[in-house]
């Protein structure tokens, strides 16, 4: 009954999966006030830097798992799908890196804002979204795979990377830097411009309009840089610069 439930629940958030970090925001902003960790400016500035540092750690963990092996699993007609079952790098450790490094995130996201709320029911949410979607995608797996994803699952923890024998798993790959910033520079910009649109936030309901030009005028120049940055990889991505590179 309950791998059930997971399953349908699963095949309705799969189809959101692209609107999750969106939803996130939104979630914070319409259903939680910000707040200070420990209601002190000291604690809550240390939970803000461990909440970058936590999203950044998602966003780097992704990179390092699709410059290794990617696995393409986007869905068709909103439906799981997958081409071939990929068991090598950093799937030989664990089965869904991918997840854990959009759950960090998440995570991370959430430690900025810094509502006792995120803690005890949007982030519980949102891994139970995750956890559905993923028993979707082993549900989809093991019809389509058969022995071959059972002797895998037996072998390969489906959250908590077991690192033994990494490095050896990983000599057989070249890593393939521009291959990771095409997949997943939208995810970097997303975060980053997440991360400090939830601190601005935070900081305009907890203290007001800014007073001084100095508050306007440097998240200003961030998003400018950001939105450069952004350009600027979409431009070399469109013109072929960021092809896979040989080897």
Same mark, same amino acid.
């Given at each position: 009954m309950r791998q059930k439930l997971l399953i349908k629940s699963g095949n309705f958030f799969f189809k959101l999966r692209n609107a999750l970090f969106p939803l996130f925001i939104v979630s914070l902003l319409l259903f939680t006030k910000p707040g200070l960790f420990l209601e002190n400016e000291t604690a809550d500035k240390l939970a803000v830097g461990a909440g970058f540092i936590?999203?950044?750690?998602? *966003?780097?963990?992704?990179?390092? *798992?699709?410059?290794?092996?990617?696995?393409?699993?986007?869905?068709?007609?909103?439906?799981?799908?997958?081409?071939?079952? *990929?068991?090598?790098?950093?799937?030989?450790?664990?089965?869904?890196?991918?997840?854990?490094?959009?759950?960090?995130?998440?995570t991370g996201l959430g430690m900025i804002y810094g509502s006792i709320y995120v803690y005890i029911a949007v982030i519980p949410l949102f891994a139970f979204i995750y956890l559905s979607i993923v028993i979707t995608e082993e549900n989809y797996l093991r019809e389509h795979f058969g022995k071959e994803y059972e002797e895998y699952c037996k072998r390969v923890p489906r959250f908590m990377p077991n690192l033994s024998g990494l490095k050896e798993s990983l000599k057989e790959f070249h890593y393939d830097w521009r291959k990771a910033i095409r997949k997943d520079y939208g995810t970097f910009f997303g975060t980053i411009v997440g991360c400090y649109a939830i601190l601005l936030i935070k900081k305009r309901l907890l203290y007001g309009f800014p007073r001084n030009i100095n508050d306007i005028t440097g998240p200003l120049i961030v998003f400018l840089l950001l939105a450069a940055g952004y350009i600027l990889l979409r431009f070399l991505k469109k013109r072929g610069k960021l092809k896979q590179s040989a080897g």
């Open positions: 936590t999203a950044l750690l998602g *966003v780097v963990f992704r990179c390092i *798992v699709i410059g290794f092996a990617y696995i393409k699993r986007g869905g068709r007609d909103g439906k799981v799908y997958a081409e071939n079952l *990929v068991t090598k790098g950093f799937y030989n450790h664990v089965r869904n890196p991918m997840y854990i490094g959009n759950f960090l995130i998440l």
